[in-house]
């Protein structure tokens, strides 16, 4: 008799258990889609400011320019 009420037991737990684990999964694939539609958050304007900020630093960097390195040409968004 215990033997049945405690498999009873197990079986419920374990279905609650995909259950939830279930509902979790749907309300993270629903906070990845509402981040996703939010559009971009990095756009190549974005890369292109960043680059000539980069290369400004890199310009007046001592290390840098000893090593003989030459700046990356800032034509982010050309291809």
């Known amino acids: 008799m215990m033997s049945k009420l405690?498999?009873?037991i197990?079986?419920?737990?374990?279905v609650a258990l995909m259950g939830?684990?279930?509902l979790q999964a749907i309300d993270?694939?629903?906070k990845i889609q509402s981040f996703?539609?939010?559009g971009p958050r990095f756009t190549g304007q974005d890369g292109q400011e960043l680059c000539e900020r980069?290369?400004?630093l890199e310009a007046v960097s001592y290390g840098y320019r000893d090593a003989g390195k030459k700046p990356l040409d800032c034509r982010y968004g050309a291809k």
């Open 6 to 8: 405690f498999s009873t």
């Open 10 to 14: 197990s079986l419920i737990g374990v």
């Open 20 to 22: 939830y684990e279930y």
């Open 28 to 30: 993270a694939q629903q």
């Open 36 to 38: 996703v539609s939010a």
């Open 54 to 56: 980069v290369k400004v």
